[in-house]
């Protein structure tokens, strides 16, 4: 199974690592799940340490396919790159979605459910960007932030109906670049779908 998930502006994916908490500890399921990072923050030397411990993986095919053959649960950002550093004026809505977590889950018949994440964007809003400091780090940019630690936001997180990907989709659907993509905008509009309906139900930044 597939989690895929929006992803907040800030550097750190808190998104990610707040749904794996909320599947291990809040959810009926009680399942446990391996969120997908950007692979720089895996060598952190402390923090590194503490996202292998918690599951966290690279996001990359060859992971995401590792997983899935393990019948494990896998949380994806689909926005890749676009979602790091999105300005706050930004917030909330989707980017573009990457092919690979779509191919990748046709190949494997793996169901895909979208989950919004509503708070995030507020607890650590992205006022500026630095892109050339960002490509010195190695990084698609350098978020500016107001503050080093999030904000207290209240988080909530909306789980969506599934997308059964291998009732609609073959297995040789994943070399069809218009098959992929149509599977890529439906994740998408129906993600985008859950984001605007938690948005708005959604009373207060602070208390939910």
């Known amino acids: 199974m597939i989690l895929a998930a929006n992803r907040g502006g800030g550097p750190l994916p808190y998104d990610a690592l707040m749904i794996a908490d909320a599947l291990r500890h809040v959810h009926p399921a009680r399942r446990a799940a391996s969120p997908l990072v950007e692979g720089w923050l895996l060598e952190l030397p402390l923090l590194g340490r503490l996202l292998v411990q918690s599951g ?100 909530t997180l909306h789980f969506g109906e599934p997308l059964h990907v291998a009732a609609s989709y073959e297995a040789t659907d994943a070399g069809r670049s218009e098959m992929v993509g149509r599977l890529r905008h439906q994740v998408r509009e129906r993600l985008q779908g859950l984001v605007l309906e938690g948005l708005r139900r959604r009373r207060s930044v602070f208390l939910g």
């Open 56 to 155: 966290a993986a690279a996001a990359t095919v060859p992971n995401l396919r590792r997983l899935l053959t393990r019948e494990q649960a896998v949380i994806v950002l689909p926005e890749g790159r676009q979602g790091f550093g999105r300005r706050f004026r930004g917030r909330y809505r989707l980017g573009r979605f990457t092919d690979a977590f779509a191919r990748v889950a046709i190949e494997a018949g793996a169901p895909i459910v979208p989950v919004a994440v509503i708070g995030a964007e507020e607890a650590q809003p992205v006022l500026a960007r630095f892109d050339a400091a960002g490509r010195l780090l190695g990084l698609p940019t350098l978020p500016l932030t107001p503050t080093l630690v999030p904000l207290p936001t209240k988080w």
